[in-house]
Nanobody, 124 residues
Framework: QLKLEESGGALVQPGDSLRLSCAVSGNSLDYYAIAWFRQAPGKKREGVSCRDALNGRTIYADSVKGRFTISRDSNKNIMYLDMTSLKPEDAAVYFC?????????????????WGQGTPVNVSS
């Protein structure tokens, strides 16, 4: 059983950077793939990034590739999402989620564990 808790959401200006954190408890992050999703008001939930547990493979949505970086701190059991060059269209509630496997699965698959979300607003 995993518990996920996001933090770090804020109001930022276009072009700014922000780091989101996903604190994982209940088991080691070393054994679970973790993904980030986002959902803007009135829009469908979108998969943003995922990191495999064992081989470190990372996946990014085309909309964030080159701007966002997913990483983990195994000692702290935290998965991060570093976001740079933020755009107004990046504004959303960001969620971390785990499919319950070592490896990332397509974002359309069922993810077993979810955090409560943290809001990111990008506005001048």
């Amino acid at each position: 059983q995993l518990k996920l808790e996001e933090s770090g959401g804020a109001l930022v200006q276009p072009g700014d950077s922000l780091r989101l954190s996903c604190a994982v408890s209940g088991n080691s992050l070393d054994y679970y793939a973790i993904a980030w999703f986002r959902q803007a008001p009135g829009k469908k939930r979108e998969g943003v990034s995922c990191r495999d547990a064992l081989n470190g493979r990372t996946i990014y949505a085309d909309s964030v590739k080159g701007r966002f970086t997913i990483s983990r701190d195994s000692n702290k059991n935290i998965m991060y999402l570093d976001m740079t060059s933020l755009k107004p269209e990046d504004a959303a509630v960001y969620f971390c989620a785990a499919p319950g496997s070592h490896y990332c699965v397509p974002f359309s698959y069922r993810f077993e564990y979810w955090g409560q979300g943290t809001p990111v607003n990008v506005s001048s």
